[in-house]
């Protein structure tokens, strides 16, 4: 897939030359386009930006920057017409499963918010979606764009050697943490690993993991477990003592 990124800090995006997303621009699995935002400047001096009308503090992107950059992607990509997303704090909550949507799509375009905004109308005509990271401001969009490029990129195909460990972290299924993992040493410090994993029992490993992942999202996600209900099998492996901690009652699922 192809992802590009309207920007006004391309020197950024030089961090996912690293890791997991840098293999998967190795690859070719990903192509990564950073578009710097001053190239499409109003004027000589590099402005993309000016004062909010209603006077309140801060700047806002003009839409004509923004649009001679989209522009200019467009062009280059011809009848592949990009998904555009703006990362803004008014955005919907990026989740693990918007990231495997998005892996599905073949062009992306990423356009990172500065300032106070971007001006409402250009977002009105060209934006297909708004993504936010989290109930928090940061300085702009580049920060919130590298760790939604990262998110796709670890599910692209070939990216990973097992993509089944993309398949058991937390978020993969709705409303789920992943459950504690544990190497060697088997003995650390007087702590041991739970002796359902070095068991060599496969029903017994996946039980475990079931429950560890129930009482690890209940513990730090509350908000989650409420959320996600349990199935039959997940009841039965929690235990009676489930039901009043978890609230006055659980949902089923299926």
Not at 104 to 122: A, M, P
Not at 154 to 181: K, M, Q, Y
Not at 191 to 206: F, K
Request: hydrophobic share 40%; proline share 7%; charged share 30%.
């Amino acid at each position: 897939m192809r992802i590009d990124v309207l920007t006004l800090f391309p020197e950024m995006f030089a961090a996912l030359d690293a890791s997991i997303p840098g293999r998967a621009r190795k690859s070719g699995a990903l192509e990564l386009k950073c578009h710097y935002l001053r190239e499409f400047a109003i004027n000589k001096y590099g402005q993309v930006d000016d004062e909010p009308f209603g006077g309140e503090a801060g700047m806002v992107l003009r839409p004509e920057p923004l649009k001679k950059g989209l522009d200019s992607v467009f062009e280059e990509l011809g009848a592949a017409r990009p998904k555009v997303i703006l990362m803004s704090a008014q955005g919907g909550i990026f989740t693990q499963e918007k990231a495997k949507e998005l892996a599905e799509t073949e062009n992306i375009l990423i356009i990172c918010g500065h300032y106070k905004g971007v001006d409402q109308r250009f977002v009105d005509a060209y934006v297909d979606e708004e993504l936010s990271i989290g109930d928090y401001v940061v300085s702009g969009g580049e920060l919130p764009a590298m760790l939604v490029i990262d998110a796709i990129a670890r599910l692209l195909p070939g990216v990973l050697g097992d993509l089944a460990s993309a398949e058991t972290d937390s978020f993969f299924l709705p409303h789920r943490l992943g459950w504690p993992v544990y190497t060697r040493p088997q003995d650390f410090e007087g702590r041991t690993v739970p002796e359902a994993l070095v068991s060599g029992h496969h029903e017994n490993i996946r039980k475990w993991r079931i429950k560890a992942s129930l009482e690890m999202t209940r513990k730090n996600r509350p908000d989650l477990f409420r959320a996600g209900g349990l199935t039959e099998e997940e009841k039965k492996i929690m235990g009676p003592p489930l039901a009043p901690e978890g609230g006055p009652e659980e949902k089923t699922k299926g």
